[in-house]
């Protein structure tokens, strides 16, 4: 009888202490989920972003003392949850603002991830943080440049990366300072596509450079994902303008680059705003042909041994690739993602918006050449910085501008093949 009379309260335990340790097991494990263009014309900086994060989450869930300091590779896992490992849920948002859209939102309501980060292109940025901010779930962006990103006045999106307003000040003191060096800056044209991006950094510049004193001379624009751009070129060829600043997806940059050597047209100045240009397809396509074209970045691989160069070679390892600058910036908005997770010791949305508020990361924390991350009231990260790139053997993008990062001088005029 008393065996008996033991079995009840003994069964009992035993389901709770089995429902307490599945609720821990579940625990151990923290979903985010990320908005990424996995198939489509931008499927290639998708990829590269997918690669990038699933080296960012080996260096988070296992421990990597090859790496000293760095946050979050010490320990397998994350600390502040006592060793639970992140998972990442990838979404395709096909290059579409309303598919982004509705994987944002299956993320967030089947899924059950605790934040997101993505999407690439501003524009499916915009309509998935949408989804993000409705929900109450932080949204951490690496790479989308419009500036009206950050002035929707909203609570839960958080970016690292610099801007377009950024870049567009960059710009201007590089050509201040090749103009003194003897190159001719006066005439400037913007080529740009018609997305949010394309439209957004375009504005952006004409508006720093009108306030410089040095107004844009020409704005051409072209539909993204172009089947036929020779009329655009061969704009550019009438009117020769000194500069061309290039803001192209990835298939469009390499169509431009085809037929500007079609129409044997080469501009003495060729400066890519990023976006297509890293993309290490651009180089395999049209690299031989695009030799000296400039570029924005903020990732440098560092000497032989530094955590940047380490985090290179697992990249490498990977993708088969070396790691742009689109991809590194992904990155490292994951890894600010996975700390403000790790310091708020909570998958509750607030408390990790309340730990991404009170983000104080500095250079040596950090896997990019940014001043540190620290976010505004409008959740944009105020010490983000760049420096400008150039191609020049066709296959290596080199650091030339300022002359304190630079690791050669810049190289004039755009060679091209």
């Known amino acids: ?42 499927a290639s900086a998708g990829v590269h972003a997918k690669a990038a ?4 989450l080996d260096i988070i869930n296992n ?37 982004g859209q509705n994987q944002a939102l299956r993320l967030i309501t089947e899924e059950k991830v605790v934040a997101l980060t993505g999407a690439y292109q501003s524009g499916i940025t915009l309509t998935a943080s949408a989804i ?3 929900y109450g779930i932080p949204f951490v962006n690496g790479e989308s440049v419009a500036s009206n990103l950050t002035e929707r006045g909203f609570k839960w ?32 044209a913007v080529v740009h596509d018609t997305t949010e991006y394309g439209v957004s950094v375009a504005n952006t510049l004409a508006a720093t450079f009108k306030e410089k004193g040095h107004p844009i001379a020409q704005d051409v624009a072209y539909t993204t994902n172009a089947t036929d751009v020779q009329s655009q070129v061969l704009q550019l060829k009438d009117k020769k303008p000194d500069i061309v600043i290039m803001i192209s997806y990835t298939s469009d940059a390499i169509l431009f680059a085809k037929t ?14 990023d976006s297509g240009y890293s993309d290490p397809s651009f180089i395999k396509a049209v690299g031989k042909i695009s030799q000296g074209v400039f570029n924005r970045s903020s990732w440098s691989v560092g000497p032989a041994g530094s955590p940047t160069a380490v985090i290179a070679k697992l990249y490498k390892e990977k993708s088969g690739d070396e790691v742009d600058d689109t991809a590194a910036r992904q990155m490292q908005a994951f890894f600010v993602l996975a700390d403000a997770i790790d310091r708020a010791g909570s998958t509750e949305p607030a408390k990790i918006q309340a730990a991404l508020k009170a983000t104080d990361l500095k250079p040596d924390q950090l896997m990019i050449g940014y001043k540190g991350v620290k976010f505004d009231d409008k959740g944009q990260n105020v010490l983000a910085s760049g420096l400008i790139i150039q191609l020049q053997d066709g296959e290596n993008y080199v650091a030339v501008f300022p002359k304190a990062n630079a690791v050669k001088p810049p190289v004039m005029p755009f060679k091209g093949w």
């Not at 069964?11 to 198939?39: D, E, H, R, Y």
């Not at 079609?262 to 060729?270: E, G, H, Q, R, T």
């Open 53 to 56: 994060i699933e080296v960012a």
């Open 157 to 188: 999106f958080f970016r690292t990366t610099p801007i377009a307003t950024d870049f567009a000040k960059v710009y201007y003191d590089f050509f201040t300072e090749m103009k003194a060096a003897g190159a001719k800056t006066d005439n400037i």
């Open 63 to 99: 421990a990597h003392p090859e790496l000293g300091n760095f946050p979050l590779a010490k320990n397998a896992g994350l600390a502040g949850l006592g060793g639970a490992k992140l998972e990442v849920v990838f979404a395709d948002n096909q290059g579409s603002p309303a598919t």
């Open 132 to 134: 993000a901010e409705k």
């Open 260 to 273: 500007m050597q079609a129409l044997d047209y080469k501009p003495p100045m060729l400066l890519a705003d």
């Open 1 to 42: 009888m008393r065996v008996s009379k033991l079995v009840g309260p003994l069964a009992a335990a035993a389901i709770v202490m089995g429902l307490a340790s599945s609720a821990l097991a579940q625990q151990k494990t923290v979903k985010i989920g990320a908005v990424f263009p996995l198939s489509g014309n931008a």
